[in-house]
């Protein structure tokens, strides 16, 4: 696709309940990213994926969230017994190359998630 | 003290103004550095990309200060459209990244 494409776009569960969100970046991208955005606050990293490189998981707030990237594309961040403060804007990003190559990083839409 | 910090903001300024944000960060190994706009509600979206030799587009200029760790957003003849809030973002070496909280900004007519 033209862009980063994110699934679903709205999700309310329950506490306690799994929730997985997808995340298709930009076709040829090699860097993939997971940030959270709470209502009124700045981006949270989470993850950062880089080719076949091990993951930057230094972001992640506690083993109940994972994430991987399969094939070099397409990821899946997991969020295991949610609680109402993963309440939050999942935003997956990609860029053409890591950090440093010059490239600039890009949005998809968001993944909204509410626990009640 | 955190990585990248701006402005708090909000600013309210009258359609026609000049407004300035600044952002400082922490890093002195940082080597990128960008101004990324987020409407309320949406994802942030490339700006402009700032250059050591600080660059325009169209209204908006954007410097750099690598020796004060500092870098600025000017916007001219500021529009209703321009409302958002303004992050800037660094990256260095083994880091990804790196977002400031934002800088909003409200234009009244």
């Known amino acids: 696709g033209a862009g980063v494409s994110q699934s679903p776009s709205n999700k309310v569960t329950e506490k306690g309940k799994d929730v997985e969100l997808r995340c298709d970046p930009i076709s040829g991208h090699t860097a993939l990213y997971w940030y959270r955005q709470s209502l009124g606050q700045g981006l949270e990293f989470l993850i950062y994926f880089q080719g076949n490189s091990a993951p930057d998981k230094s972001g992640l707030p506690s083993d109940r969230f994972s994430a991987e990237r399969t094939g070099g594309s397409v990821s899946t961040l997991t969020i295991q017994r949610t609680q109402q403060e993963d309440s939050a804007v999942y935003l997956c990003a990609s860029s053409l190359g890591g950090p440093l190559s010059g490239n600039t990083i890009y949005f998809g839409e968001g993944s909204w998630l509410t626990v009640v | 003290r955190k990585e990248v910090e701006q402005d708090p903001g909000p600013f309210n300024v009258p359609e026609g103004a000049t407004v300035a944000f600044n952002c400082t960060y922490s890093?002195?190994?940082?080597?990128?550095f960008f101004w990324y706009r987020q409407d309320c509600r949406k994802e942030p979206k490339l700006l402009m990309s700032v250059y050591s030799s600080g660059n325009e587009d169209g209204r908006f200029t954007a410097q750099l200060n690598r020796a004060s760790q500092y870098i600025s957003l000017l916007i001219r003849d500021s529009k209703l459209s321009d409302s958002a809030t303004y992050l800037c973002?660094?990256?260095?070496?083994?880091?990804?990244?790196?977002f400031g909280p934002g800088t909003r900004l409200s234009v009244l007519p």
């Open positions: 973002v660094v990256t260095a070496y083994g880091q990804n990244f790196v």
């Open positions: 890093n002195s190994a940082s080597q990128s």
